[in-house]
């Protein structure tokens, strides 16, 4: 059964670090955080997904996030959030404590954005 509020962490331009929250598990909640429409992105561990502004680099959001996975560094631009997978529904699922340590260290600020 989808769950109506999901546990993730959201990563806001001008911040320092991700904030642990919920939020609605609705397409318009999580088109807010990013601020437009969003695009999924698979980040490996444990189904987990990084949502952000499908149309980011397009529109000129900076590039205030950097993801590390396995040794190598990805740029990301503008608000983005992450959540897990439900593998066999398909819908978005609340991160537990672990998954919320896991990505608050994959995730450095870019300084100066």
Not at 5 to 22: A, P, S, T, Y
Not at 73 to 95: I, Y
Request: aromatic share 6%; proline share 4%; net charge negative.
């Amino acid at each position: 059964m989808k769950e109506k509020r999901i546990r993730v962490v959201v990563f806001k331009m001008g911040e320092l670090e991700g904030e642990d929250c919920l939020i609605d598990n609705t397409l318009d909640a999580m088109q807010k955080i990013v601020g437009g429409n969003i695009e999924a992105v698979g980040i490996g561990p444990k189904d987990l997904d990084v949502f952000c502004n499908e149309e980011g680099l397009l529109v000129g959001l900076e590039n205030c996030w950097v993801m590390k996975v396995n040794n190598r560094f990805f740029p990301l631009h503008g608000n983005l959030f992450v959540s897990r997978l439900n593998p066999k529904t398909g819908d978005q699922m609340s991160l537990d404590d672990k998954d919320v340590s896991l990505v608050m260290d994959m995730f450095l600020p870019v300084l100066g954005a």
